[in-house]
């Protein structure tokens, strides 16, 4: 460039976001006008194959439309299942294999998916949001294709009545032919990862293994809305962004770092948090600050993350609340996993961070259902040692003679201010439901069939 002093016209924040790494995958739809597009469609149904990695999803036609042939789609049900694909047919022969179109008219539209590219390490999903750049690694691209299995099953009924027809024009009796028995030779393997990377082994595969059946939520959902909250989750840690330090305050930053080195970096993480000033908190990112706000005190209401964060909208700051703080009763707490992250250890018995996950988001659902919960009931049903169940409730909860209640008391006004952000955690508690009632389930089995070995001594 001749130029090397361009004007810089912008500088936007950037920020890695991991918490849908591992399950965020793009998939690509064949281009269509702007009148019909496939985010105005009808989902029916979805599935995947997890093994092979698989993706199908069925879009609904609108066999109303006057641009529908209704004989031509009443023809396509008749070849892919036979006169028998009706809803009113369908009790006729139960040993039929499930219909490709259960009204009896081709009603729906399969697209399969194929993969784009194998090495995607190097794309990422971009969020811009009020000047701030989020981006979260994407796992896999896949392109998506118009499946025409219908025809398939055309032909292999024709030929199933083609041998049934020459069957019954036989006499009876099957003419013995020679085979010749073949054993599979001992591989290395060396031959045998060759071969289960050969396309036919591959297609095999996908042949043999189930559809498992997903669910499906549309763009203007209340789950949907809380999974694309997730892309704006910064993953930045606690301490200062030190490209927006001086030179002072990076060299200070540097000293006091050092002096830490001979400490276990979780419990010099806590020290720091425990003393940070309020000056140093307010040059974090906005995300940071409300993680610090929550981390040290515990049970925040809404009004006091105001007071402490430099953002003055409040509605950037409930969006940026919501991907780091969970809403309970009307206050908020800082989310489960970002206390507990994956890889980490509890400090007093070692047990893993996802165990201490599982267990306080178990607190937090009874906490958001009754005022009062038992330590002996958590322990049980969470199988935490004493100590670490106590670690979890004190998170959020205060002893009170023989029971635990919240920190905080119920902030109603709150609840009635953004009965949205009410609605939207009551959809993910009712979303994590069944898991806890299973887990109360499995140790009041265990529990019984203890209790009862005893008596039977």
């Known amino acids: 460039m001749e130029d090397d002093g361009d004007e810089i016209i912008e500088t936007i924040p950037v920020f890695l976001s991991k918490s849908l790494a591992n399950n965020l995958h793009v998939l690509q739809f064949p281009v269509v006008n702007q009148q019909s597009n496939f985010d105005k469609s009808q989902v029916v149904n979805s599935c995947v194959k997890p ?60 697209y399969l998916s194929s993969v784009s590219m194998q090495n995607v390490e190097r794309f990422c999903v971009g969020v811009i949001r009020d000047g701030e750049m989020y981006l979260t690694p994407i796992k896999g691209i896949y392109q998506m294709r118009p499946s025409f299995s219908y025809f398939d099953k055309q032909d292999k009924r024709a030929k199933a009545d083609k041998k049934a027809e020459d069957g019954d024009g036989g006499d009876g009796e099957e003419e013995m032919k020679q085979v010749t028995v073949k054993f599979a030779r001992n591989e290395s393997e060396k031959v045998k990862k060759a071969r289960e990377k050969s396309y036919n082994y591959i297609s095999r595969m996908g042949a043999e293994e189930p559809w498992c059946e997903t669910m499906w939520y549309p763009a203007t959902s209340e789950m949907a809305s809380m999974e694309s909250q997730k892309l704006l989750q910064s993953s930045s840690n606690f301490t200062p962004d030190v490209l927006n330090m001086d030179s002072k305050s990076y060299v200070d930053q540097l000293i006091s770092d050092s002096s830490e080195t001979k400490k276990d970096p979780s419990e010099a993480l806590a020290e720091l948090n425990k003393v940070i000033s309020n000056r140093k908190a307010k040059s974090l990112p906005l995300a940071d600050q409300i993680k610090t706000i929550l981390l040290n005190a515990k049970v925040v209401p809404f009004s006091l993350i105001q007071s402490r964060v430099t953002e003055t909208n409040t509605d950037k700051l409930l969006r940026v609340l919501q991907t780091v703080g969970t809403l309970l009763r009307g206050n908020w707490v800082l989310q489960s996993e970002l206390l507990y992250p994956e890889n980490s250890v509890s400090s007093i018995n070692g047990v893993p961070g996802q165990l201490m996950t599982r267990a306080r988001e178990y607190v937090l659902y009874k906490f958001s259902h009754q005022t009062q919960i038992n330590r002996a009931e958590i322990q049980q049903r969470t199988q935490l040692p004493a100590e670490e169940a106590k670690e979890v409730i004190a998170s959020v909860g205060k002893l009170t003679g023989k029971v635990w ?30 898991g806890f009632y299973e887990m109360e389930m499995n140790k009041e089995s265990k529990r019984v069939r203890k209790r009862s070995h005893r008596e039977s001594k």
């Open 51 to 110: 093994l092979t990695q698989q993706i199908k999803i069925d879009f609904a036609l609108n066999t109303a439309s006057k641009n529908y042939d209704a004989f031509k789609g009443d023809q396509l049900a008749i070849a892919a299942d036979g006169r028998m694909s009706g809803s009113n047919n369908r009790d006729k022969n139960k040993n039929d294999p499930k219909p490709t179109f259960r009204s009896g008219r081709m009603d729906k539209q399969s």
């Open 405 to 434: 209640e919240l920190l905080k008391p119920i902030d109603r006004d709150f609840e009635k201010k953004y009965p949205e952000l009410v609605q939207r955690q009551q959809l993910y508690w009712n979303a994590k439901a069944e």
